[in-house]
DNA sequence: TGCAGCCTGTGT
DNA sequence: ACACAGGCTGCA
């Protein structure tokens, strides 16, 4: 569910509350959400407290926090239902630390008193100052774990939220964002164009763009008149541009308004539900017109997951 | 290159 | 009781 806009907002959310912070103390309430990491829940711990997160980074879905000594990042992959719910010192006046991401003022959280047992509470960490970063994660799909820096390829910067040439392993086969300055988009277009794979599979493959989930590809498919089945090397190089385009697109819109109206204490990701469905196009609108032809929008099963699409204007 | 498996909650 | 939601990994 969170796609790239969802988990760039949770990284600007974040960042404030832990830049320069140093972790104080890990609970791990459930190892499931910490199975990637191999050597295990103490080891986790034990790694972590001590250290003074220099910033948090995020590449495609994947975010990650850097400490001072730039050994290792700690990951943290929301999966399908992952939150990041930040609890202020207590002293402390929350708008006065929000940082620019702050939301709307007085907004309160979506959910229950900060009193209230936390369901599906997987993991916390606690900051010096009091603060708390808790990973929700309802279907544990998500997880956090560390994983080793390597130099980036091209010597670039890995992502968003720090300069530093350096990747986790862990994402160093994700392709670079869409909207990064540093993606070569026409060779993009020409892996596309390479493959038989069906031109869906080819924007979900984190490997080939990044950050584009089930949503978004249809999205992104819609507004480009593709049908999700045609194969990459099918469609003109022209086409996959304007496709690539209409994806940035719907991520940029999708981060322009996640951005302005998230709330800082209780990091939202449920990008379903959310504010953008509403301005979503063919997602999830079965049997309702195409806003553009208004032949009813149809969902089909494709790769044991929806594909919605106006037959109309999206051609096999 | 495609698909099973990982998960839990909701809706039929 | 079963279908569905779906990002990503690992294996056939």
Request: avoid cysteine; hydrophobic fraction near 35%; aromatic fraction near 4%.
């Given at each position: 569910m969170p796609e790239m806009?969802?988990?760039?907002?949770?990284?600007?959310?974040?960042?404030?509350?832990?830049?320069?912070?140093?972790?104080?103390?890990?609970?791990?309430?459930?190892?499931?959400?910490?199975?990637?990491?191999?050597?295990?829940?103490?080891?986790?711990?034990?790694?972590?407290?001590?250290?003074?997160?220099?910033?948090?980074?995020?590449?495609?879905?994947?975010?990650?926090?850097?400490?001072?000594?730039?050994?290792?990042?700690?990951?943290?992959?929301?999966?399908?239902?992952?939150?990041?719910?930040?609890?202020?010192?207590?002293?402390?006046?929350?708008?006065?630390?929000?940082?620019?991401?702050?939301?709307?003022?007085?907004?309160?959280?979506?959910?229950?008193?900060?009193?209230?047992?936390?369901?599906?509470?997987?993991?916390?960490?606690?900051?010096?100052?009091?603060?708390?970063?808790?990973?929700?994660?309802?279907?544990?799909?998500?997880?956090?774990?560390?994983?080793?820096?390597?130099?980036?390829?091209?010597?670039?910067?890995?992502?968003?939220?720090?300069?530093l040439p350096l990747i986790p392993s862990s994402a160093a086969h994700i392709a670079r964002d869409l909207t990064d300055p540093q993606l070569d988009v026409e060779r993009t277009v020409a892996a596309i164009r390479r493959s038989r794979a069906s031109i869906k599979s080819l924007l979900l493959n984190q490997q080939v763009v990044s950050g584009i989930g089930n949503i978004y590809a249809d999205e992104a498919l819609w507004a480009a008149r593709i049908h999700y089945e045609r194969p990459g090397e099918s469609v003109s190089a022209a086409k996959v541009r304007q496709l690539l385009a209409e994806a940035r697109a719907v991520m940029e819109r999708a981060l322009e308004v996640g951005g302005t109206s998230f709330d800082a204490l209780y990091v939202n990701v449920d990008g379903r539900s959310g504010y953008f469905a509403r301005s979503l196009n063919a997602y999830g609108r079965e049997g309702e017109p195409c806003p553009r032809c208004r032949a009813p929008i149809r969902r089909h099963v494709f790769q044991n997951r929806s594909s919605y699409v106006c037959t109309r204007c999206q051609r096999r």
């Open positions: 806009p969802e988990v760039e907002v949770v990284r600007r959310g974040l960042a404030p509350y832990v830049t320069g912070r140093t972790i104080d103390r890990v609970e791990v309430h459930d190892v499931r959400s910490i199975r990637r990491h191999t050597p295990g829940a103490d080891h986790l711990g034990d790694a972590l407290v001590g250290r003074r997160i220099r910033s948090a980074v995020r590449r495609g879905k994947f975010l990650w926090l850097l400490d001072d000594h730039l050994d290792d990042a700690l990951m943290v992959h929301l999966g399908m239902s992952g939150q990041l719910r930040v609890s202020a010192p207590p002293a402390t006046d929350p708008a006065s630390v929000g940082g620019p991401g702050a939301g709307p003022t007085g907004a309160a959280p979506s959910e229950g008193p900060a009193s209230d047992p936390v369901k599906h509470l997987r993991v916390r960490l606690e900051l010096d100052d009091g603060t708390r970063i808790d990973f929700i994660d309802q279907r544990i799909f998500g997880g956090l774990w560390l994983s080793p820096l390597e130099e980036t390829a091209d010597a670039a910067p890995a992502g968003e939220g720090d300069d």
